[in-house]
């Protein structure tokens, strides 16, 4: 089996591929703009069918023991699923636009998206709630973690692509030999970052959360002490 170092070094051979899908990452989010406001349907009902299926797989609490694994087990598995598609070649460029463009388009429409329970992001009329520093903290960190892992993922699957069409032959053996170096560096460096950055996305959300109710329960008490002090008012003219 290759050594930690190695796994290092086979992901620093893929940063030109990683950087690659970056670019196509972000034509995959700025082709969601389009898409989103031409209501292309047949392109943006798999991303928020999607989305739908893992905010109900969470729950209507958000409760962090729900969060975090759902978090991390999704994404290590789509990522080694994106690295994997190398042994079709051409499939992982592919995967990096269609990622951006499915990331951009549930971005661009999260305010339709309902929450557990049928609620609206925004159901309650004020979505300006404020959150502490460690919370914003953790959401910058998911960014640095995260994307870059997508990147050297989709990167090695794209690398592993280029070697099966110009480097050596279309074999068993060969695709074995590719698969495995990626897979045991995609397992000793990858996996560890996501299982960090799914902590700090569920600590994230986990303060969202408790901000957004803590603005709703200030909001409803402003209500309440507005309609005790009009009914104590009397009419006017006696």
Known sequence: MPSLGESFHLLASHWWHGVAA?????????????VTHGKVHWLMAFPL??????????????????????????????????????????????????????????????????????????ADGDDS???????????????????????????MGIGMGRSLAVGGPYTVGNITRLFVERAHAYWMIVVPVLLVSAVAETLAIRGHVRARASAGASTSGRHEDNEEHDDETPPDGH
Do not use: D, H, Q
């Open 22 to 34: 970056a670019v196509l990452f972000a034509a995959g989010v700025a082709t969601a703009v389009p």
């Open 129 to 155: 709630y404020e959150v502490a520093p460690w919370v914003s903290a953790c959401g910058l960190a998911v960014l640095v973690l995260e994307l870059p892992s997508f990147w050297i993922s989709v990167g």
């Open 49 to 122: 069918w999607i989305v739908r299926k893992v905010l109900r797989l969470i729950g209507p609490e958000f409760a962090p023991w729900r969060v975090f694994p759902t978090i991390f087990v999704f994404n290590s598995v789509a990522m080694f699923v994106y690295m994997a598609t190398g042994v079709l070649v051409i499939v992982p460029a592919a995967v990096a636009f269609l990622t951006g463009l499915n990331i951009g388009v549930v971005v661009l429409n999260a305010g339709e998206l309902e929450l557990p329970g049928g609620e609206l992001p925004t």
